[in-house]
């Protein structure tokens, strides 16, 4: 038995035990309960931010087919396919463009040319509706009667050319003073690499990608893995690892990622694909270690709850578990998928009898109100508080919900190939002393 290399030993016991890693008979959300959080979505998405993820949401959810993360070959449809407008599914996505864009003007106190979508203190913000105003250009809604097309041209001209940069060319997350913020890989790459696709620009693809390579020079910890929130800047940085930002650059460079890959630069960009794919999973190698036996990150991932001012938080925890979905649908990455699969099943889990699969209501869950809004949350307005009714954090268990779908309708890859890595610490443990017990 001493033949046997460490190596062995080791895949024959991972093999073994991730066997009972996954959550057996998890507890999952229903159609119904999916609408009631959509529903509280609706509601709650006013900022510009909030506005640009619902609309993403309601493609990976309800408009597969316009959504990155299919396998759809950009341009999309130009004519709505006919399952989609029958039902409409598209009009509470193509009500947002259609309200950013006829208000734009007058928001902006009739600027002409350059100019965000909304006027906001952040410059990114703005940019994250830049994608659904694309496709309501090319889809052609409101008959000519809405210049779509220039209210995207002016999003994207206003950050190229309006808003300030670092000297090695990132743009400024904030309109008064430059400054990088996580949360600007899901905001500006995702439409900048969309925009290229649409309008066949290679180098606003290549842009894309160098933001994201720009903003993890800066924000990502080398010890950590883990990128910071808000660095430069004379006022209102944050050094901590904020977990949802770290769930923004991850959803940011998987959106990206799949911008390239569905569209005619898929055989290019080889290596700018390869990169992206390995920083979706540095941010998940170094997060998921943190994760807790609650299954839910905390507001800072690597301090405790009881550390002052951190808090358990759903909505990152929601978000970082659909990246891990899309990232083993994308990418094989699979080591992730025990700590998404037993997340997911925290937060959908009734604390009394599992409910019936026609439900829409919420009675007695542990993180949802009775109303079905996530619980606990950071407050979305106030990065360092726990908040509640969070818009951001009902598209992120939507988003969760979309991937996860997708991910068992692909097989469910992956789920019993990876284990946790504590256990495996365990494992190991255990196995080097049976080995030495065998051994003397
Ligand atoms: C949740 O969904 C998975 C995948 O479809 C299924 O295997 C599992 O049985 C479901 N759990 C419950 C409690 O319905
Ligand atoms: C998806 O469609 C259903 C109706 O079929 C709707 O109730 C729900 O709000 C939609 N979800 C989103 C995120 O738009
Ligand atoms: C657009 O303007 C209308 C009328 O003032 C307002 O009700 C609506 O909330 C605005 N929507 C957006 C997205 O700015
Ligand atoms: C528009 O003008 C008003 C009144 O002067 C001002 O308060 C507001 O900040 C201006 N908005 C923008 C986007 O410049
Ligand atoms: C807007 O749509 C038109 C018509 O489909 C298309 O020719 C044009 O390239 C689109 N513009 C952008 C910026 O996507
Ligand atoms: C690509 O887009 C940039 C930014 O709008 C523009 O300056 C450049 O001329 C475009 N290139 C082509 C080939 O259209
Ligand atoms: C679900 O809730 C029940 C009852 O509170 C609890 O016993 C169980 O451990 C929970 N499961 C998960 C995955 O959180
Ligand atoms: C609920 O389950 C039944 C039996 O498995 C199935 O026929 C029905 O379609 C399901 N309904 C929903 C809303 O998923």
Not at 18 to 36: H, K, R, Y
Not at 102 to 123: C, H, I, K
Not at 140 to 154: I, S
Not at 253 to 263: C, E, F, G
């Amino acid at each position: 038995m001493s033949k046997r290399s460490a190596g062995w030993w080791r895949s024959m016991l991972l093999t073994t035990l991730g066997f009972f890693s996954t959550v057996a008979g998890a507890q999952n959300l229903t159609d119904g309960q999916i609408n009631t959080v959509s529903a509280r979505l609706e509601e709650a998405a006013l900022q510009s931010w909030e506005l640009g993820t619902r609309s993403q949401t309601i493609l990976e959810l309800n408009a597969t087919a316009y959504s990155v993360f299919s396998n759809t070959f950009l341009p999309p449809p130009e004519v709505i396919p006919s399952e989609l407008a029958d039902d409409n599914a598209m009009a509470p996505f193509f009500s947002i463009a259609r309200q950013i864009v006829s208000n734009r003007t007058r928001l902006n106190n009739n600027t002409v040319g350059p100019q965000p979508l909304m006027p906001d203190g952040s410059a990114a913000d703005p940019a994250s509706n830049g994608v659904c105003v694309l496709i309501a250009n090319w889809t052609g809604q409101d008959a000519g009667e809405l210049d779509y097309e220039g209210a995207a041209r002016d999003q994207l001209d206003y950050l190229l050319t309006r808003v300030p940069k670092t000297g090695d060319g990132a743009i400024s997350h904030r309109v008064s003073q430059v400054q990088l913020w996580n949360d600007f890989v899901y905001m500006v790459p995702p439409f900048l690499a969309y925009y290229g696709v649409m309008t066949r620009n290679r180098t606003l693809v290549a842009e894309s990608y160098n933001q994201i390579k720009l903003y993890r020079n800066y924000l990502r910890d080398d010890r950590q893995g883990m990128w910071q929130h808000i660095l430069l800047g004379s006022s209102g940085n944050d050094p901590g690892f904020w977990s949802t930002g770290n769930g923004w650059a991850a959803a940011g460079m998987l959106r990206v990622l799949a911008t390239i890959r569905q569209s005619e630069y898929a055989n290019t960009f080889r290596n700018e694909q390869r990169d992206l794919g390995n920083w979706v999973r540095e941010i998940h190698s170094s997060i998921y270690r943190h994760l807790d036996e609650t299954n839910v990150f905390t507001n800072y991932a690597d301090q405790p709850p009881t550390a002052s001012g951190n808090f358990y938080d759903a909505a990152s925890t929601a978000l970082l578990a659909a990246t891990v979905y899309r990232a083993a649908l994308m990418l094989e990455q699979y080591t992730y998928l025990p700590y998404a699969e037993r997340s997911r099943s925290t937060l959908s889990n009734s604390t009394s009898s599992p409910p019936s699969n026609e439900t829409s209501t919420f009675d007695s869950y542990e993180h949802f109100t009775s109303d079905g809004w996530l619980r606990p949350v950071v407050n979305p307005h106030s990065y360092g508080q726990e908040g509640s009714e969070s818009a951001e954090g009902q598209a992120f268990v939507v988003q969760m919900h979309a991937a996860w779908r997708e991910w068992v309708q692909d097989g469910s890859k992956g789920a019993n190939t990876a284990i946790n890595v504590r256990s495996e610490k365990l494992i190991m443990g255990l196995a080097l002393g049976a080995v030495l017990g065998l051994v003397l």
